[in-house]
């Protein structure tokens, strides 16, 4: 499992373990697929935290206070803040 304070814009194949310390309210969004939910949390470990971007069914999966694992995530950067997203490929679980 990597950390999360080695994380950088382009990062991929990102395995991350972290706690969910807040989640904002989720908020319906028009992307090039269609309308979607997406909500944005922050997660952290021991080494820092991360903005982690949550879409549709994930929402629901993930509250405070969780551990959660993401496997296979990326690592963008939106507005000069670094996003996790689990993505297409990747999985979210919740420990």
Known sequence: MGK???L???SKKVDIEGKVVQKEE???VNTKF???RVC???VEDDSGS???VLWGD???KVKEGDTIKIENGYVNEWKDTLQLSVGKFGKLTVL
């Open 4 to 6: 999360i304070s080695e």
């Open 26 to 28: 989720a908020r319906d």
């Open 34 to 36: 269609g309308r979607n």
């Open 8 to 10: 950088v814009n382009g």
């Open 58 to 60: 994930e929402i629901d």
């Open 40 to 42: 944005n949390a922050i």
């Open 50 to 52: 991360i903005m982690l």
